[in-house]
């Protein structure tokens, strides 16, 4: 969805424009920064490529990326909730700290701690 905001923010008065008719509150929001807002999204959509990868091969640089990336989904959250979108907060603090719960939890990080190499003498 980021890779898909970012195209249609970067090249708009294509087709893809129109799935902003799924969110037209937010396009009105990210229209006026424009390309911009498009380059953060491409970055964004880069970052969640990069903990995808991580998070496959079970890298501990990928656990503590989609760590960072969900906690910064819980903080977006909690603004929406604080600034009377309340029910959109609610949902996606909800979601996401159930997801930061999860990733917490002790037999997820052992599944991503550093492997040790067994080195022979």
Sequence with gaps: MALLAATTLLF????L???WSLNPRAYRELAPFGKMAGVG???LAATLALAAVGWFRR????WRLAVALIAGQV??????????RVAEGAV???I???ILVYLLRKPIRIL???RTKNIRT
């Design 12 to 15: 708009s008065g294509t087709p």
């Design 17 to 19: 424009d129109r799935v």
């Design 41 to 43: 999204f491409a970055l």
């Design 59 to 62: 890298r501990s640089w990928g």
């Design 75 to 84: 903080l977006g959250n909690s603004v929406n909730f604080f600034q009377g």
């Design 92 to 94: 996606g603090i909800t």
């Design 96 to 98: 996401a700290g159930a």
């Design 112 to 114: 991503f701690a550093p």
